[in-house]
């Protein structure tokens, strides 16, 4: 990924000014106000902490002005720290749960920038501030070429280790099932004992319904869900909950 610090900033502003007006506004930010970059990070760095809490509530795209912002996060030392603590804090957590052998003992990993990273989509897509484009990220699943988010990967080892169950629940549809298993398997993911997509029937159906549908389909088939990895909201909340739930960051969107 080390190239891509240096290329990303590069690319994005290629982006803008290849794009329309919105980007306009934030090549003149910049040029105009060259020492403006630290009032931004102060302020990036605060959206970004109400993101994460979900003080922030829904949103569409990022502001503009913290483009650069995110590109960097995302690409940097801290989101990688960011969830190295989140999995240490899983691991924690987990090792405190009598796992009793019946195979019933599960924990949840949600897909989408918690087993797999989409940054190389994202550096290319405006890192959210384009709005979302369905088409062209599902041409992007479609080569399954995502790579592993280390911190979670050794998570998912390391909870196998303590004779967890895993269960994969993504948003991702059915059809995108092959594509999906072949890219996991390929980054080294192995093992899972349910592999959950939207069927026909969850087209449409916001994802916080969704996911809590299942779980509650694995509560009546005697699962006992620990815990729960997700770095979206939407992952985590509703009805039932897993015992401890466990949010990844992610600036980038926010998905009901
Ligand atoms: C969305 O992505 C598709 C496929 O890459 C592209 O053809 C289309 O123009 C994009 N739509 C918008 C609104 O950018
Ligand atoms: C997925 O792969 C299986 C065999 O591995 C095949 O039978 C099935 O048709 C594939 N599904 C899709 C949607 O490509
Ligand atoms: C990043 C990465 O390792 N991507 C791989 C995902 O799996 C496909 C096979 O479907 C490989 O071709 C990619 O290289």
Known sequence: MGSLRFLSPLLLFLSAIASAAASQSLLRMVSENPASGDTEDLYCD????????????????????????????MNGERYASDSDVVAAESLAFAQTVQ????????????????????VPYYDVHGYG??????????????????????????LYEELLGLGFQMILLTGRAEAQ??????????????SWKRFILREASDIGKKAVTYKSERRAQLEAQGYRIHGNSGDQWSDL?????????FKLPNPMYYIQ
């Open 46 to 73: 605060s959206w970004r902490l109400s993101v994460e809490t979900n003080n922030a509530g829904y949103w569409e795209t990022i502001p503009a002005r913290c483009l650069q912002f995110v590109a960097e996060y």
């Open 99 to 118: 796992v009793a052998g019946d195979g019933k003992d599960v924990w949840i990993f949600d897909v989408d920038e918690t087993l797999l990273s989409n």
């Open 129 to 154: 501030w384009e709005e979302f484009n369905e088409t062209a990220f599902d041409e992007w699943v479609n080569l399954a070429k995502a790579p592993a988010l280390q911190a979670s990967l050794r």
């Open 177 to 190: 099932r092959n594509a999906t298993e072949k890219n996991l398997s390929f980054v080294g993911y192995h």
């Open 237 to 245: 909340l509703g009805s039932p909950m897993a015992m401890r739930s």
